[in-house]
């Protein structure tokens, strides 16, 4: 099972490499959502079948969608020939080698711990409603009302507003 | 199911994370600016699984809907000030958007 864990990790880290290169804004869309499903193989893997799920249905499934489907409303074409311009290779020395350092810092940061290995042991999704709907309810409800305010805030920016005055101030 | 030691995974996590950072710093593009955040936002879920997974606790799967709640109001209000910035600007610079008074 081992073996499955380091396949999908490549894929996962091959494919999230093309979407942070990528110039055509759809491949990388779809490159991501391979990264996606591959991290929903390693959930599986991690013993959380209902959260990779979740990652399929919500992440790769709605996110992704809307993504897509905001990507259809801008010019693909004009983007792909700016995005040539902007992305030029020595652009990427600098954050790449800050990325690394803080890389290494986290390696040694989890080397100095001593190794443990993951056994195993289910998490049942049961176990995750109860936990989710008893002792983090508070947490749940605040989390509604942020998808009330993502819902609303969306309505409210994506709509097409037209100028209204009013009729005093209405020139003619 | 596997039996890795926990340094792998969460270096594997750190490695996804890194990606994400340097795609948010690289690109002038907010649409991958966004993308890469949605990559930062699920390896750091993939870490609370990876505890989860390591405590035998459904707290980290708990705190990993919550991630996803935050990521879907995220993505959605992220959209539509992007296509609002498309219709204003007819660019999605982000060194063009720098000015937040209105036009006339």
Redesign the interface.
Known sequence: MNGFFYIAAGVAIISTIFVITGKNAIHALLYLIVSFLSISVIFYLLDAPFIAALEVIIYAGAILVLFIFVTMMLNIVIEKKKEKKWLKPRMWVIPVILAVTLFFDLVFAVKSVPSHTIEKGIVLPKELGIAIFTRYLPAVEITAILLLIGVIGAYHLGSQKKKVFHRFLEKK | ???????I????A???F??????V?????I??I???I??ML?SAG?VF??A???W????G??M???I??????????G??????V??HYR???VEAINKLKDKE
């Not at chain 2, 199911?1 to 340094?7: A, G, V």
């Not at chain 2, 890194?18 to 795609?23: F, Y």
């Not at chain 2, 996803?68 to 209000?77: G, K, R, T, Y």
């Open positions: 199911m596997i039996t890795l030691p926990l340094d995974q969460l270096l594997f750190g490695i996804l890194m990606l994400g950072l340097v795609g710093l690289v690109r002038r593009n649409f991958f966004l993308m890469s949605e990559i699920n993939l699984i990876i989860s997974a390591y035998k606790q459904p707290e799967q708990a990993f809907i919550f996803l709640a935050v990521a879907a109001a995220e993505v959605s209000i959209l539509a000030l992007i296509l609002r498309y219709h660019t999605l610079d």
